[in-house]
């Protein structure tokens, strides 16, 4: 296959290729990395806070990405929906912005009364060299609530650097409201962003096996909350890409253990339940658990019986933002009869890759931070039948005349947890057995 010389070793065949599957890496320049800025990681992360204001210190471009293309829920608040931006002119760039930003901050605060605000700067900011920071001191002094500088140029690095400057950011709020005593069998649930509800799902599980939630660390989340996560007896962390980072510093800081789970798929949803009973090591709770899961499952495996008669012998390539991510995908997929013959990520580390080779059948494709023409023949070789990934991907799928899953931020169907099983079969089902495909012209 064509693929850039540089990148080579960031792409296996299993059982054909020795070498090991190399990550961590800055994106190869010229590749058209399918990864995105600085900016964009860290807005990720911090969007969901829902009683906070997010403002964008930047041109508008920067600003387009809004609620709207990725609906993190929430059960109160709404002022995350908002989009709000300097829109720095050319004015604003040959003279500075600081003025700007200080007016707009204070508009925004009167207006809105949120519970503290995030500034995010992007790359003109970056390049111009406003002091983001000061203007920041200055009107938390002013309005007296906090107000965090997120330095977020998208120059500076990729998506993951973002999350990284997203944690440091949640790091200046989290232990700044009450005591320093535990609160017992309780846990912060971090990563999940509530996308279609997701969390609620989740938050649900964990209340009625008996689990106290302090913080959840975006999804729905709320400024006071976050500022008492340090009083959490224990860290769930999903989407590790982003928050492991959060996690390991509220360890270091708090010492509060953290547990990588994922919620997706029947068996890692379980696993994500059962793993906090252990933890607590209370036999209630894994009773609760047990009982749970029994019913959960006991309703959705029939259910799942005639997706998997229709869907068995198709095969699926996998593009995602994490490789934690992408390995409860093939184990989901496996449950629905759909084999993974492509599967990659943009942020995954060698210790998840290697479980996912593991769990790989033979022949299988893995790639770490692929490009799309690299993504387009992975796909025509390995003739998959769908493609599940995010807005980037859509295009591909739909280019190649196959089906596509969105998998990513922008989906408005709850895919977590149990019933998110039953959504994701429904999905897969209905895109991979569109009568549409049949008036598609495919070359694989
Ligand atoms: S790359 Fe720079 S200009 Fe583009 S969205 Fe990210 S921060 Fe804004």
Redesign the pocket.
Known sequence: MDILKERGNQVVTKGLDEHELACDKASLAGSVSQRA????GSRVVLYPIADALHLIH??I??AAYTWDIRGSLSSGPQIHRLSFSTDLQEKQVVFGGEKTLKSALIELIDQYQPKAAFVYS???VGLIGDDVEAVCRNVSKEKGIDIIPVQ????AGSKKDGYKVACDALMKLIGTMGTNETIPESINIIGDFNLAGELYLLVDYYKKMGVKIVATITGDGRVDDIRQAHKAALNIVQCSGSMSNLARQMEAKYHIPFLRVSYFGIEDMSEALYEVARYFNSKSMMDKAIALVRQEVGDLIPKLAFYKNALTGKKAAIYVGGAFKAISLIKALRMIGVQTVVVGSQTGNKDDYKIMQDISDEGTILVDDTNPLELTQFVKAKKADILIGGVKERPIAYKLGIGFCDHNHERKLALAGYEGMLNFAREVYATAMSPVFQFTKTDH
């Open positions: 800025c600085v900016f964009c930047g041109p471009g920067c992007t790359c003109i977020a140029p998208g120059f």
